[in-house]
C-alpha cells in the first residue's frame, strides 16, 4: 500500500490535507498516511491530524528530513501541501519523481512552453509567486481562466514533470478569495486523483 509523508505549513488552512485524508477513510485511495510534518506549531493541519489519530511532528529547521522519511518512515511519496521551507537538493535526489506539489499557475510541459487555457488563450505560469500574489496576479492580467498544477519538484525552480492540472474560470466580479475558494476545490480534487493514480502500482 502506498505509503505518504504530507508536508505542512501555516500557510494554509490544510484543506489538502484533509482531502487525502478523507479519500484514504473513504476507501477511495488505497494508502496511509506514514507521518504529517509541519514547519510551525501553530499550523492548522496538525489540528486534523489530531483528530484523525495520525502520527506528526513539526520540525526543527536542523532536522534531517531527508534520512527521517527514508529511513524512519520509509515513505514511497511526498506531498507538499503549503511546506514554506525549501526543499534540499539532497531530498529531490534521494527522492527523485517522488516529491508531489502543487502550483497555483499553470506550469507548461517545457521550460519555453504555454499551457493554453480551455478556451485558447495562454495560461499564467505564476512563477515564483505565492497563492494570494498568484489569484491577484491571474486578475491583474485579466486572464480568462485561472488554474493549479500538480507536478513533481524539480532542481529547477517551479518546474518538474506535470501531473495533472485544472482550471477554473474567472468571473467579471471575482475577488482573491471569491476566486480561489473555487480553484481550491478543484485543486483537493486533483491532488486525490493524481494520489489514486500513483497508488495503483502499490496494490
Known amino acids: 500500500m502506498l ?4 508536508l505542512i505549513s501555516n500557510a494554509g488552512s490544510g484543506t489538502n490535507l484533509q482531502a487525502i485524508i478523507d479519500a484514504i477513510e473513504s476507501k477511495k485511495l488505497k494508502a496511509t498516511i506514514s507521518v ?3 514547519s510551525d506549531e501553530n499550523a492548522l493541519g496538525l489540528e486534523r491530524t489530531k ?3 495520525l502520527p506528526s511532528l513539526v520540525a526543527d529547521k536542523k532536522e534531517d528530513l531527508t534520512r527521517l522519511l ?3 518512515y520509509q515513505v514511497d511519496y511526498i506531498v507538499l501541501a503549503g511546506w514554506k521551507r ?3 537538493d539532497i531530498m ?3 527522492f527523485s519523481n517522488r516529491i508531489l506539489n502543487l502550483h497555483p499557475g499553470l506550469i507548461p510541459d517545457s521550460m519555453g512552453g504555454k499551457v493554453k487555457n480551455p478556451d485558447g488563450t495562454n495560461g499564467q505560469w505564476n512563477r515564483g509567486k505565492l497563492t494570494d500574489q498568484a489569484i491577484q496576479n491571474f486578475l491583474n492580467n485579466h486572464a480568462t481562466y485561472a488554474g493549479s498544477t500538480i507536478h513533481f519538484l524539480s532542481k529547477e525552480f517551479d518546474f518538474g514533470p506535470i ?9 467579471k466580479n471575482d475577488t482573491v478569495d471569491t476566486l480561489y ?7 483537493n480534487q486533483i491532488y486525490v486523483e493524481t494520489l489514486i493514480q500513483l497508488s495503483q502500482s502499490y496494490l
Open 163 to 171: 501531473l495533472r492540472r485544472c482550471f477554473e474560470k474567472i468571473n
Open 181 to 187: 475558494s473555487r480553484l481550491k476545490k478543484k485543486e
Open 51 to 53: 483528530k484523525h489519530y
Open 3 to 6: 505509503k505518504l509523508a504530507i
Open 70 to 72: 527514508k529511513k524512519k
Open 86 to 88: 525549501i526543499i534540499p
Open 36 to 38: 504529517v510534518i509541519s
Open 92 to 94: 529531490i535526489d534521494t
